[in-house]
Nanobody, 127 residues
Framework: QVKLVESGGGSVQTGGSLRLSCLVS????????WGWFRQAPGREREFVAA????????EYGESVKGRFTIARDTLEDTVYLQMNNLKPEDTAVYYC????????????????????WGQGTQVTVSS
């Protein structure tokens, strides 16, 4: 059974930083692509960042480019999202996710591609 568990959320002030973690179990970590999405109250789920299984392609949503960084640790089976220069508009529940297929190399920014999701972790940025 595939399980994704996020952690690292919290409350910070504008300009602060947080690092989210997504611990993966139940599948061969290095064979899968990984993505981060977020959802604020009353808003659609938004693509944040993703990496292919090989790490050769990384994509970011426009609103986080230059501030967020996604990384994989194949020894720890963990996906990270380093978030710097946080803004109030970054406030949301953040989810990590993975497609069903191994070695997936298609579109990374579409939530429908992802079949396995974590429970989410809350990030709150105050002004």
């Amino acid at each position: 059974q595939v399980k994704l568990v996020e952690s690292g959320g919290g409350s910070v002030q504008t300009g602060g930083s947080l690092r989210l973690s997504c611990l993966v179990s139940g599948r061969t970590f290095s064979a899968y692509s990984w993505g981060w999405f977020r959802q604020a109250p009353g808003r659609e789920r938004e693509f944040v960042a993703a990496t292919t299984w090989s790490g050769s392609r990384i994509e970011y949503g426009e609103s986080v480019k230059g501030r967020f960084t996604i990384a994989r640790d194949t020894l720890e089976d963990t996906v990270y999202l380093q978030m710097n220069n946080l803004k109030p508009e970054d406030t949301a529940v953040y989810y990590c996710a993975s497609p069903e297929a191994a070695f997936y190399t298609g579109a990374l920014n579409l939530s429908d591609v992802y079949k396995h999701w974590g429970q989410g972790t809350q990030v709150t940025v105050s002004s």
